[in-house]
């Protein structure tokens, strides 16, 4: 039996531009940057109209709108002329989704998202290719050469081939302090074959700190020690970072030192991550986690809690994906007393955190407390799977992660009340 399915994904490749290209591209950012800015403003100002109308006579400034006022704008900024027109339309795209987001939520009266910002300058960090056309592409890839619209062929590490029958949707560019990517995302309908689970294949895993992960098979996912080294540092610069006044130039090339340590980490711990998760889904059948929204043992310094957090979260995803495409199974199970019930009887061993040894003094049976938690967590995904035949599988995610979370707290980068101008 096989099942199809549509998948989406985004591969991440490394551009070497020349330096007039790079002169390109951050020209472009900054194009991007300040219509972005001009049309949020114009939303806003529509809004403080609209928003004292009724809900029936409020009429949204929409994106087909923003777009429309493009030739006219370029007519009085003739810079907004240098930049491939479809990637200006994708702005106003931007900004829709972000204002649809924000408008839907007043109406919800939640606020997950928040009021949409300006992007001051340094924070706005990509612009995209949208869909190539039958006709007229706008990016394409030729050899090892990347050719975009206005731009011409720019250098590309193609590390990894896209798959035969991969559909392309878009291609971002971005940059990562001095470094660019390009994030080419496709859809692809793949054929994935229906596995019957094997219960002697499948696995309970307990994620931790010291050790990255211990498996209810008695195996040990070892954290790579050069990882800890890096993450230690980041937790350093990120100390002296906040010893600097905002917003100063010292604040800046701290701020560049730490970005770059961000980026060091992000890929080694990526490279770490999908080499443990392709063996895990190679080698199981079923993979059981810990519901990481309500595991709450980390009790260290919230960065390095952060970090592990963003790491796990990672580790997930990646396994949630790779197990979809083999049509394996992933489930994410409470981790409510895990450690603290006995595997192998089910009596309540009541132990603080310190104590690593799991000894039940019901059946007699000594264990290291996180492998104990390990066969727990697999006996309850095996009940679950028993439980219901249909489980879902998870979810389809990305190639490449993009770190949400490690860049957060330092947007609020030089305040300024000006309104954006175009100009
Ligand atoms: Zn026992």
């Known amino acids: 039996m096989s099942d199809k399915k549509i998948i989406y994904r985004t591969y991440k490749y490394r551009l070497y531009p020349t330096k007039k290209q790079e002169a390109v591209f951050n020209e472009w950012l900054e194009t991007c940057r300040r219509l972005y800015n001009y ?4 939303r806003f100002e529509h809004w403080e109209i609209e928003k004292h109308l009724p ?40 900004v829709d989704k972000t204002f649809s987001d924000f408008i839907r939520e007043i109406s919800e009266g939640n606020s997950k998202y928040g009021k949409p910002k300006f992007k001051y300058r340094f924070y706005y960090n990509s612009f ?5 056309g039958i006709k007229n592409q706008k990016f394409r890839i030729e050899g090892n050469r990347l050719y975009l619209g ?8 193609l ?18 302090v001095n470094h660019w990517y390009a994030h080419i995302s496709f859809k692809q309908i793949a054929t994935i074959p229906e596995l019957q689970v094997n219960e002697n294949k499948a696995v ?79 080698d199981y059948d079923l993979v059981v986690l810990e519901d990481l929204q309500i595991n709450n043992l980390v009790r260290n310094n919230r960065l390095a809690k952060n970090i592990s957090e963003v790491s796990w979260g990672f580790f997930q995803k990646f396994l949630s994906y790779k197990v979809n495409e083999k049509g394996k199974k992933l489930l994410v199970v409470n981790p409510r007393n895990t450690s603290q019930i006995c595997s192998n009887c089910g009596e309540m061993v009541r132990k ?38 249909d489980n879902t599988v998870g979810l389809t995610g990305s190639a490449c992660g993009e770190v949400s979370k490690e860049t957060q707290g330092s947007k609020k980068f030089v305040k300024t009340t000006n309104k954006p101008k175009l100009g």
């Open 55 to 94: 809900k029936e006579y409020r009429v949204y400034k929409s994106y087909f709108d923003q777009c429309k006022q493009l030739p006219e704008l370029k007519k009085d900024n003739h810079y907004l002329k240098r930049a491939y027109a479809a990637v200006l339309v994708n702005v106003a795209k931007r």
């Open 159 to 176: 590390d990894r081939k896209l798959p035969q029958e991969a559909v392309i949707k878009n291609c971002s560019i971005k940059r990562e």
């Open 352 to 389: 603080s955190l310190k104590v690593r040894i799991h000894e039940c003094p019901n059946c007699n049976i000594v264990l290291d407390r996180d492998l104990n938690a390990a066969k727990n967590i697999l006996q309850r995904g095996l009940e679950e799977l028993r439980s219901s035949i």
């Open 150 to 157: 206005k731009i011409g062929h720019v250098k590309i590490i």
């Open 128 to 132: 995209t290719y949208p869909q190539p």
């Open 204 to 282: 309970g895993i307990d994620l931790g700190i010291k050790t990255y992960g211990v498996l209810s098979d008695g195996e040990e996912i070892k954290n790579p020690k050069w990882l800890q080294v890096m993450e230690k540092k980041l937790v350093r610069e990120q100390r002296n970072l906040s010893r600097k006044k905002k917003g100063s130039k010292n604040w800046r090339k701290q701020l560049i030192k730490l970005s770059k340590i961000y980026r060091k980490v992000r890929f080694q711990r990526n490279d770490f991550l999908h080499k443990e998760t392709t063996k895990l889904t190679n």
């Open 39 to 42: 049309f949020v403003q114009q």
